[in-house]
């Protein structure tokens, strides 16, 4: 029996690139997206979860006010073999992490919410000398996959970031919130208006970001936000030593 062109062309492709875990980069068999370690290594946020901080029910300390958002959802904590990968995805030129972590956030979004009420996909934005600099917006990237998976329009241009400020990461709690005060506007306001809107981000730690674009767009007329991101932050006192793999 011959092997068909395409046949040929796939195993070149795959000799040429190989597939690797999204968390690690190491190489795997065809169709494999995660290692067998990093699966293990995965914590995952076990249902029923608090809509407001994402985190499982036993890990919510309850001291978060009311977040302006519906909801947020998040397959992920923010540790181990996930904390690897997002930061392969945004900082080692990993665009096609997206797939997989958008995957799984579908997933967990069919889960948390029997009937997603969405009408469009937006995320957080980057300035766009950052976004030339790294090549791709992350966020973004996420949004476009999920409109695929859950069959709606993504419009990835309905938020402005008007100038830079310094990375999250670096901050503390109460400067996190000031620095993204004030930061994004509605480019579109038109896109939201009256919309059920999913926010889209990588990673949720104090919320101040998510918070803050969820305003912008309640401003600009959407009707109501749910966010979404691959993972999120726990207090350290909350953290368990056995993680939950995949």
Not at 58 to 78: N, Q
Not at 125 to 142: D, V
Not at 173 to 184: A, I, L, T, Y
Request: hydrophobic share 35%; proline share 7%.
């Amino acid at each position: 029996m011959k092997t068909k062109p395409t046949e040929w062309l796939d195993r070149l492709l795959s000799i040429l690139y190989p597939p690797r875990c999204v968390c690690c980069g190491c190489v795997l068999p065809a169709g494999e997206r995660l290692c067998e370690a990093c699966a293990a290594g995965a914590v995952r946020i076990q249902p029923p979860a608090c809509p407001q901080c994402g985190c499982r029910v036993e890990d919510c300390s309850g001291k978060h006010g009311k977040a302006p958002y519906e909801a947020i959802v998040a397959p992920f904590y923010y540790e181990g073999a996930v904390r690897a990968g997002i930061h392969r995805f945004k900082f080692r030129d990993s665009p096609q992490s997206a797939g997989f972590f958008a995957r799984e956030m579908e997933a967990c979004i069919r889960k948390s919410l029997a009937e997603p009420p969405f009408e469009l996909i937006t995320c957080v934005p980057m300035r766009p000398e950052k976004e030339k600099e790294r090549g791709y917006n992350q966020s973004a990237l996420l949004a476009q996959e999920l409109a695929t998976l859950l069959g709606l329009p993504a419009d990835c241009h309905t938020l402005r970031k008007l100038f830079d400020t310094p990375a999250q990461h670096e901050l503390a709690g109460e400067e996190r919130r000031g620095n993204v005060f004030g930061v994004f506007e509605a480019a579109r306001p038109e896109a939201v208006a009256g919309k059920t809107v999913l926010l889209c981000d990588d990673v949720k730690t104090t919320g101040a970001t998510l918070e803050e674009c969820t305003k912008v767009l309640q401003l600009a007329g959407a009707k109501a936000v749910f966010c979404a991101c691959i993972a999120i932050t726990r207090k350290k006192e909350n953290q368990a030593h056995e993680p939950a793999g995949l």
